[in-house]
Nanobody, 123 residues
């Protein structure tokens, strides 16, 4: 499985960005694709996840009410729409797949990772 994250950039506080995660390779089962983020000097943080078949989104506390995760199975792509961005959202955003066991919110539950896309929110 290969993941390609894109869509990051520089945006002012209050603005919006849409991240994309292209998924290639063999995926099976109703497994989640997740977004995590990591700011300098901080641990990787769960942002959101969505299962490939069922409409079951999961959100981290920082994303609730502002971010929306969605998928397009025909395009093998998972999107993260981010609205009302804040400077504290500045981080490298990663998509992850290959969920094996454990909690969806834990990074160690995933085997495959994209290269990350930088999101910078200016105040």
């Amino acid at each position: 499985v290969q993941l390609q994250a894109s869509g990051g950039g520089l945006v002012q506080a209050g603005g919006s960005l849409r991240l994309s995660c292209g998924v290639s390779g063999r995926t099976s089962g109703d497994l989640p694709i997740a977004w995590f983020r990591q700011a300098p000097g901080k641990e990787r943080e769960f942002v959101a996840a969505i299962r490939l078949w069922s409409d079951s989104p999961y959100y981290g506390d920082s994303a609730k009410g502002r971010f929306t995760i969605a998928r397009d199975n025909a395009k093998n792509t998972v999107y993260l729409q981010m609205n009302s961005l804040r400077p504290e959202d500045t981080a490298v955003y990663y998509c992850a797949a290959g969920f094996s066991s454990g909690l969806i919110q834990l990074s160690r539950s995933y085997t495959y990772w994209g290269q990350g896309t930088q999101v910078t929110v200016s105040s």
